[in-house]
């Protein structure tokens, strides 16, 4: 721990903000809970490779369903976000308000598009036959990857309601700042969950010619 | 929700706070970098297996350096990170377990259709 967090400490018998503490228990928890979603999908995949039946009846493979190109755009709109979230917890540290707010707003602006992205990705998967009732992989994707989408949506009106409590004047000084790196806690753990879920949901399905978990259908000898 | 009437951060604080800004910068370009590699190394023709091996340790990277330096960990108390780190033991031990459990070569997935 640096000098200038310990001239920082919180008079507590932990030395640290309860606020904050309980923040990051609260996120520990959450770690077990997208761990076991994260985990249960892994598995299914793993499990039921076929993919999903669609509408007509036809076999489909979500290798063919997703858009690599979308997500990896998502993934680098959450990085970024969460770099504007940094600056944000710096700018209020260092007491700059209206620092705060542009950087805030930038988060924001930028969980929208994410949420957009999840949207549309969501729509375009349904219209295609992917639902969350017709198979395994639907359950396991839309569960996974919706409650992601409902953390992020919960982040951003969090952020939204702390732009707009920053002009009430009461949001300064070093409870201001706790206030929103606590904030920022929570936006930048929604970020670390989406690392992951970029690296084992989508990226994984491109490995191989039929992605990691193959296709599920018989091996034919050649 | 908090007090405004509080003392000015110091002198030590400020230049501290512009330092760190300065690695969340640095840090921010090194995981748009480490994203857009990992994006072209799943359509290199290498063994799927390294492809995995690397693609597992990229993310790792990205996980530990925003919640050391974004989340602030490295600047925390050390509690902190033993009570996160338990959270995220719970939850690679739940994974392990569940792959032991649910043994690919052994279940009979019959049951569930």
């Not at chain 1, 930028?110 to 969350?132: A, D, N, P, R, S």
């Not at chain 1, 359950?139 to 951003?156: D, E, K, P, R």
């Not at chain 1, 732009?163 to 201001?176: A, E, I, Q």
């Not at chain 2, 995995?52 to 509690?79: E, N, P, Q």
């Amino acid at each position: 721990m640096s000098d200038t967090a310990a001239a920082h400490e919180a008079p507590t018998s932990t030395g640290i903000d309860h606020k904050k503490l309980i923040m990051w228990l609260f996120l520990a928890s959450d770690c077990m809970f997208f761990g076991t979603l994260i985990s249960t999908h892994l598995l299914y995949r793993k499990l039921f490779p076929a993919g999903f039946t669609d509408a007509e009846g036809h076999q489909r493979f979500i290798q063919n369903l997703f858009n690599v190109e979308l997500t990896s755009f998502s993934t680098f709109i959450l990085l970024m976000s969460s770099f504007l979230m940094a600056l944000a917890v710096s700018a209020m540290h260092k007491g700059q308000i209206k620092s705060f707010r542009r950087n805030v707003l930038g988060v924001i602006f930028f969980g929208l598009i994410f949420l957009g992205c999840q949207v549309y990705e969501f729509t375009h998967f349904y219209h295609e036959g992917l639902t969350i009732q017709n198979s395994v992989l639907g359950s396991t994707f839309y569960v996974l990857t919706g409650t992601h989408g409902t953390h992020v949506a919960i982040g951003v009106l969090w952020l939204i309601m702390m732009y707009f409590y920053s002009f009430t004047g009461k949001l300064g000084g070093h409870m201001g700042a706790l206030d929103v790196e606590i904030a920022g806690l929570y936006w930048h753990f929604v970020d670390i969950v989406w690392i992951i879920i970029f690296t084992a949901v989508y990226l994984v399905e491109y490995l191989g010619p039929n992605g990691i978990w193959g296709t599920g259908l018989p091996v034919v000898a050649k | 929700m908090s007090s405004s009437h509080e003392a000015a951060p110091s002198q030590d604080f400020l230049a501290e706070e512009v330092r760190r800004y300065h690695h969340f910068i640095v840090l921010a370009l090194w995981l748009a970098v480490v994203t857009g590699a990992e994006i072209v190394l799943i359509f290199l023709p290498i063994p799927v297996a390294a492809i995995l091996t690397i693609l597992t340790l990229m993310s790792a990277g990205k996980f530990f350096a925003v919640i050391l330096w974004f989340m602030h960990l490295i600047y925390d108390k050390r509690l902190l990170f033993w009570c996160f780190f338990a959270g995220l033991a719970l939850a690679f031990a739940t994974y392990a377990a569940m792959i032991m459990l649910f043994s690919v070569d052994r279940i009979d997935t019959r049951w569930f259709s």
